[in-house]
């Protein structure tokens, strides 16, 4: 009888383990393969060889990339190699990035920057945000961009326990910010096992000097994050449940979630068309892909543009698909002025004339 009960709880377990893997195939969109949709226009951006995670584009049209990201379980061109951050002007035709020399006195050893964000003070002071994983841990850098001397001056450190696993985040003052957690756990076995159980447990932290506190919760895998141009909501990518959340912004910084917006790709990071208020969504045809890497068949890249996501029926256009012989691996999107950059996870960035 004992050993009856055995087999069956062992033939229980195996089934949920069965199903628990299928499941995640599904969340990775393991099986979906793409056809390129090129656009005519396209060169790859000069300095970046190993990948830009993100791009934020300030008004006048200075691009910052965010690059040389390493994350556990993917792959990486220059593992041994700092990340840093690089800036193109989109005003002078001239498609190189250019490093940005960073303050004395900042760890660029153990540099690994991953989301970025800025924020223009009311002095017209810019100051930029970067996640970091120093030793695979999470902090976010605060500094001010210095535009004379193309530099950054390291301004502060943040390190909270409620922010064990940034991923993205969104400047909303000079100290200020909303950032998603893209795990719950900060140790690298429970993170994998929160993926494979699918719990649901990641958020979205409101930080300031004086308050930091959970905003939001229940996503499979909170990811990019983005505000409207009116700052009246915030916009959250669910990777791997394949959603854009849609979140109404309060006095308090509280958010409360007005729709969600289902699509059929594995989303990143999130950017606004400030000419329409849009939104562009750096997206994973295909994860699995990136997490088992294989040069002869290599992870590919997506963009999508969102028109009119508050209304009953929004408008989902396919800007841009690689198979990878070109761009693998897209993270991000931002547009300015009719100029598409497209960033990636480890690879190259792109530049597109729209």
Sequence with gaps: MGRLVG???LGIAL???GERFLALRNRLKASR???SIDLPNCHLIKGIETG????DILPNGLAFFSVGLKYPGFHSFAPDKPGGILIMDLNDGNRRALELRISRG????????HGISTFIDSDDTVYLFVVNHPEFK??????????EDNSLLHLKTIQHELLPSVNDI???GPAHFYATNDHYFSDPFLKYLEIYVNLHWTNVVYYSPNEVKVVTEGFDSANGISISPDKKYVYVADALAHEIHVLEKHPNMNLTQLKVLKLDTVVDNLSIDPSSGDILIGCHPNVQKLLIYDPDNPPSSEVLRIQNILSEKPTVTTVYVNNGSVLQGSTV???YERKLLIGTLFHRALYCEL
């Design 106 to 113: 900042f760890n660029l050893a153990s540099f690994n920057p």
């Design 15 to 17: 089934a949920l383990l």
């Design 52 to 55: 830009s995670e993100d791009i």
């Design 33 to 35: 393969e793409v056809e």
């Design 7 to 9: 087999l069956t709880l």
């Design 138 to 147: 999470s902090t976010v850098e605060i500094f001010k961009f210095e535009e």
């Design 170 to 172: 969104i400047a909303v």
């Design 333 to 335: 999107a931002s547009v």
